[in-house]
T-cell receptor, first 116, second 112 residues
Framework: GAVVSQHPSWVICKSGTSVKIECRSL??????MFWYRQFPKQSLMLMAT?????????EQGVEKDKFLINHASLTLSTLTVTSAHPEDSSFYIC????????????FGAGTRLSVL | GEDVEQSLFLSVREGDSSVINCTYT??????LYWYKQEPGAGLQLLTY?????DMKQDQRLTVLLNKKDKHLSLRIADTQTGDSAIYFC????????????FGSGTRLQVQP
């Protein structure tokens, strides 16, 4: 199947710093990428949908100035958590879908963010 | 809005069959998926089914879809300890770029 690579897998940072998470489609062109957030023992909550070359669409309640999403190419999307605070600590997962993949989303391995 | 529901926990003995159930509310759901998540890891696509199918079998996995009742199930035959994980049901409509709506996940515990 298609492969999505997400880095870093785990990051610990101090409160107030910004953290960038990368999501890459390795063997297909990702026309759409999605960013999810998962709290412990809970399901995935969609944060935003990102189409290549256009601005991301954020879900209600997600601050677009806090969670900056860039999808500049067909193989890379980035999520930057700006001025991170302890309440931003969570598991962030990206997924990607592309042409010819029958609307299937392939997920990255996730990034665990711990803000001290 | 869309809603996907699953039971939270299932415990089976090794070698038995596991059946994980899921119900959804969106009548426009076209694609239905089962993902597996092991502790601290991302989601692994196990299988998927289109709404015009009733059943799909892939090795030990069998997916049954009752579109009338909006009920989806995943059967794992000969369950192994390595199958212990959280299983998520997810759905999306055929609009090309819509995100998935996930259920809460079912924690499968396989006892030796």
């Amino acid at each position: 199947g298609a492969v999505v690579s997400q880095h870093p897998s785990w990051v610990i940072c101090k409160s107030g710093t910004s953290v960038k998470i990368e999501c890459r489609s390795l063997d297909f062109q990702a026309t759409t990428m999605f960013w999810y957030r998962q709290f412990p023992k809970q399901s995935l909550m969609l944060m935003a949908t990102s189409n290549e070359g256009s601005k991301a669409t954020y879900e209600q309640g997600v601050e677009k100035d806090k969670f900056l999403i860039n999808h500049a190419s067909l193989t890379l999307s980035t999520l930057t958590v700006t001025s991170a605070h302890p309440e931003d600590s969570s598991f962030y997962i990206c997924s990607a879908s592309g042409r010819g993949l029958q609307n299937i989303q392939y997920f990255g391995a996730g990034t665990r963010l711990s803000v001290l | 809005g869309e809603d996907v529901e699953q039971s939270l926990f299932l415990s089976v003995r090794e070698g038995d069959s596991s059946v994980i159930n899921c119900t959804y509310t969106d009548s426009s759901s076209t694609y239905l998926y089962w993902y597996k998540q092991e502790p601290g890891a991302g989601l692994q696509l196990l299988t998927y089914i289109f709404s015009n199918m009733d059943m799909k079998q892939d090795q030990r996995l069998t997916v049954l879809l009752n579109k009338k009742d909006k009920h989806l199930s995943l059967r794992i035959a000969d369950t192994q300890t390595g199958d212990s994980a959280i299983y998520f049901c997810a759905e999306t409509a055929d609009t090309g770029r819509r995100a998935l709506t996930f259920g809460s996940g079912t924690r499968l515990q396989v006892q030796p």
